[in-house]
């Protein structure tokens, strides 16, 4: 299976950041699917995921403005976090851990 986010880059802060995950080689209501992060120099953070069923689950200190969605048509899931801060800035992953299948990756820069 292949994923390749798309999203803008540059977000303001207190904007919506709406990122895209295509999926490709298989189907997204057969597995499940993470959304992860990496700021700058620090380690992997886990945002949350959506299942085969549509279920989603979040990191409790994300949940509050973080929302992840799917359309199966398109085989395409989505994130979308409300509010960012510069410390949203970060590489944003679309991950499915069934063949730890990861993306490239999209930069989210947070800045005025």
């Known amino acids: 299976v292949q994923l390749q986010e798309s999203g803008p880059g540059l977000v303001k802060p207190s904007q919506t950041l709406s990122l895209t995950c295509t999926v490709s080689?298989?189907?997204?209501?057969?597995?499940?699917w993470n959304w992860i992060r990496q700021p700058p120099g620090k380690g992997l953070e886990w945002i949350g995921y959506i299942d085969y069923s549509g279920s989603t689950d979040y990191s409790p200190s994300l949940k509050s403005r973080t929302s992840i969605s799917r359309d199966n048509a398109k085989n395409t899931v989505y994130l979308q976090m409300n509010n960012l801060t510069p410390e949203d800035t970060a590489v944003y992953y679309c991950?499915?851990?069934?063949?730890?299948?990861w993306g490239q990756g999209t930069q989210v820069t947070v800045s005025a």
């Open positions: 991950n499915a851990p069934a063949g730890n299948a």
């Open positions: 080689g298989g189907s997204i209501t057969t597995n499940y």
